[in-house]
C-alpha cells in the first residue's frame, strides 16, 4: 500500500508539470525538445555543474554533452560561468528565461507544501520533513545533489 500511495503522489507531480508545459505551449511553438527539458531540469538540479559533471551524471559522453549545452545556451536557457578556483573550467547555470518559462514545477510543490501545513499538525510536519530526508540522504544513494542536498 505504501509503494502503491508515493506512486500515486509522483505521478501527480509529474501530470501537473506535463499539464503547465502543454498549456504554456498551447499558443506557441515549444522551444524546448522533451530531452532538452530533462537536461535543463538535471541542472537546475544539479546547481552549477560542469560539462564532464552533467555529462557523468546523465551518463553521456562528453562531447554529446557539450553538444547539448551549446544547444541549449544559443537558446537562451543556459551560460556558462567560469570558475574563480579554475580559470579552465566553466559551470553551468541556467537562465531566467529558463526560470521564467519552464520552471513550474517548483510552483505546485510549494502550493502543495503549503496545503500539508494547513491539514497537519507542526510535528506531523516536522517528522515527514525528517522522513524525506532520510529517504532522500540514506535511501536514494544513486542519485546525490550535492550541495542542493543538504538544505
Known sequence: ???????????????????????????????LTTVETFAMETIQALGSPTVNEFASFMRIS??????????????GYVQKIQSEQDKREYHLQVTQKYKDYYNISNDYVHVVTERMRQRFTPEECA???EMLSIISKELMPEISLGSAEET
Open 127 to 129: 517528522k515527514l520533513e
Open 1 to 31: 500500500m505504501l509503494e502503491q500511495r508515493f506512486e500515486t503522489v509522483y505521478t501527480k507531480f509529474k501530470l501537473h508539470f506535463y499539464q503547465e508545459i502543454f498549456e504554456r505551449f498551447q499558443n506557441r511553438e515549444a522551444s
Open 62 to 75: 562528453p562531447p554529446n554533452a557539450a553538444y547539448k549545452i551549446n544547444s541549449l545556451i544559443r537558446k
